[in-house]
């Protein structure tokens, strides 16, 4: 399997599972049909799709390619007739959505490196494209915005990133091993992230300041 | 009438009645002339504007051509001195943009063919344009996220833009009458939905499951 | 120093400049060091990357050139350690935020201008390139969408995008001045509007009326 094959099939991962995670919200907040094909729609694809607009990738790889709505409109089906069996609804969103991220860091770095852009460059688009469909999600549902809550979460998207771009553009290892690790550590840590609440310190004024 | 012309007319009908509901929300949040232009313009354009950007056909047409500013401006200024007149603004908002709903629902999906995306593409690029002024005028206006509403909506879009690629793309039949036939099937549907409160049904979780 | 060097250091200080806002508001919203980050870049870069994205110039601005991220970061990391001297960071986010609003105005015209747009829709990129990013701000912290407070603020970005497109473009005025005057116009109007709360008239309905 070539990189380019492994990048796919993240990829492709990625975006069912991402719209798994939009289904499942969807459902918290009993919408009907038409609601989940377009929340799984939104979240599976959403962060690619700013990665493609702000590169210039257009027609957004979505337009080139029917597999990707095929894949998030059968995810929201299959979620829909399914999501009862779920226990807690929640923790299955938690996870997969951590699941997502670590792979459309990965994929989203090696993405921008193709395009030739710089090292920073390419983290930052690994960062937006594994966090702009959650955060899509979450506005349009009304969740707690992303980047309000104090967990460790954009963190590991950047550690996923980071970790494949230094490996294979700076120290020049090869692609798909890296690729590999670089998702397994960014899983990691948003596991234990999950697991123990961990968190950065928060910034904090003096007393008697003004805001 | 060429049918390049018919989607012409259509997409500025379409822009002018989005640009108008959006001054008459501005009015009904009682914001000043300057915010009428806007909220009026970020509805009227909004949706091309993304189909625009995501289809790689930049600069976006608002910028190619200023006719549809100026649509805008005109439409949001008119509203101004005039939104008294209306007895109930929020019907008239309704019923305007369901008019738009319609327009842009068979426009965006036939100027998706003309790029020549896939049929289920064109629909969803129907659907985003037709969906996505009117939700950036509910989110900046702190209405209820149109997509959390119950109501048939984004449905009518849907059948639109389906009626109008189906009949075209899949089985050849003359452009202009499958437009107009588009047009008023998704019109009907949607004025059904607000003349009934048509809604689908939701999901609904069986009891004892935790969100 | 050509036309060009004016412009590349004007927007350099407006990124700069609203990196600094991002990152105030991220201190007043006591999120860690990453929140900083990514609210500082947002503010800074977003307007030019909406700007560039619907003109079609892309890849955007900060994907071609490091310097832009690097500046954001930079402002990020220094706000997180300074922002405790401010005596009053809502006082200083405001002046920052007018200093960025009007060179970002200039900027964006001249931009647009350079990319051969009509007059109106060079003011408006460069109204689009002086809001969005502190909008994109708003709404991510939950602060009240500017578009809904009462103040004189767009019209600020109107003027200085209005006197160098009529100065430059249609009356062909030297583009260094005037680019210089537009700047002073847009600030002193902007100071003025947070100095004495000048508001425009807002829209009323007649009693009676439904909305």
Redesign the interface.
Known sequence: MTITEIIYWLELAGVAVFAITGALE???????????V??ATFTGIGGG?VR?????A???F??RD?TW??TCIGAAVIT?FT??L?????VALLWLDALGLAMFGVTGAAIGLN?G??P??AI??GMITATFGGMVRD????EI?L??R?EIY??CA?VGAGIYVIGTAILDLPRGPIAVIAFFAAFLMRACAIKFKL????????PG???
């Open positions: 969807a459902s918290r907040r009993q919408m009907d049909m038409v609601g989940f377009l929340i799709t493609d607009v702000i590169t210039g257009t027609p957004v979505w337009i029917t709505l095929v829909y999501a009862h779920v226990e807690r609804r929640y395009l852009v710089s920073l460059v930052v688009l506005v349009v549902c009304n915005p980047i309000l104090p954009i963190t950047l968190s950065f310190p928060v910034y904090r004024a003096r300041r003004e805001y």
